[in-house]
């Protein structure tokens, strides 16, 4: 019998972190210790409500949330995701204000004591920017290797970045903080990246959406809500077949490694660079040393497999 997922969810709740908590949540071999929150498509005070109400549509409320610091290492916040997100980052979909409260361990602090209580057992996924566990590391470097697997939705290598940001090969997440993100690159932690390369082969297509919709009310409410950001990926990606399933897909290869195809390389983060700030940079030469290569780099994704299991994990919230 295999042993559950159990899972820190690291979320900056737009529509496909909405999404991601969804699936995390009933996914029968994941065991989601936790959520804590971070700033990206919305400010860290969205994104931790939105958190909650997202707990509280499934009926989870009892699940932690751990709120972070809502800003890069280096940087003020700016908001600038409303138009891919809405403005209260659910698709303009109005829930009820949640009644659950965060708990008041700051989400680094919840990183570090999960790890250090359950030491090879607990997966991190972090689907925001990775500033709440670049801070876990500073504050505590030894817990780095504590973790099972830090599987980041982060980076791209070959697809293009996200729009509206100068540096042309980019996801957000590493955009909104790079120096986290080379912080967490060196760190020492088993690490999987989950980038654009694959999740932009996994759309949310009209016919998914329907099949999720009709399934019952929680899955007819998120598709409202993603309606808002399909529409958003109609306008930067005009002829697409639906949104790119950023967040889930790192939840679901988290799960279970086959859906992907990984590679190991030894990968940063440029933090300089005019046209290249946030990129990751990957060393593929022939000769390089082994003890550098510190990431695991998906490749190619089995989106069928991927796509069915999604629709089947959405739906399966049933009637209610």
Not at 116 to 122: D, K, L, S
Request: charged share 20%.
């Amino acid at each position: 019998m295999s042993h559950p997922c159990r899972m820190i969810l690291d979320v900056d709740t737009g529509i496909d972190d909405a999404m991601a908590i969804l699936y995390a949540l009933n996914r029968p071999d994941i065991k989601l210790e936790a959520l804590t929150t971070t700033f990206g498509n919305t400010d860290i005070d969205t994104a931790t409500a939105n958190t909650l109400r997202i707990l509280e549509l499934a009926g989870r409320s009892e699940i932690p949330v751990a709120r972070g610091p809502g800003r890069s290492l280096l940087k003020p916040f700016v908001k600038a995701a409303d138009h891919v997100h809405g403005r209260n980052a659910l698709g303009e979909v109005v829930l009820p204000e949640p009644t659950a409260k965060p708990v008041a361990e700051p989400a680094s602090d919840l990183m570090i004591r999960l790890a250090r209580e359950r030491p090879g057992e607990i997966t991190l996924c972090p689907v925001g920017p990775v500033t709440n566990v670049a801070i876990a590391f500073a504050k505590a470097p030894d817990v780095a290797p504590l973790f099972k697997e830090v599987v980041i939705m982060g980076g791209t290598i070959h697809h293009p970045g996200i729009h509206g940001i100068p540096t042309p090969i980019a996801d957000a997440n590493f955009w909104n903080d790079p120096e986290a993100a080379q912080i967490v690159m060196r760190s020492g932690a088993k690490i999987t990246l989950v980038g654009m390369d694959v999740t932009m082969k996994t759309l949310l297509t009209k016919p998914m959406r329907q099949a999720i919709a009709a399934s019952g009310a929680i899955g007819e409410t998120m598709m409202r809500i993603a309606d808002f950001y399909v529409r958003a990926y109609e306008t930067m990606y005009p002829g697409i077949a639906g949104c790119g399933l950023h967040d889930p897909l790192a939840v679901a290869i988290a799960e279970d490694r086959s859906l992907a195809t990984v590679e190991r390389m030894c990968v940063d983060v440029e933090l300089t660079g005019a046209l290249t700030r946030g990129a990751i940079i990957a060393d593929r030469r022939r000769n390089i040393a082994p003890e550098r290569l510190n990431a695991d780099v998906c490749v190619a994704v089995d989106g069928e497999r991927f796509s069915q299991r999604f629709v089947e994990t959405l739906s399966g919230f049933g009637p209610q």
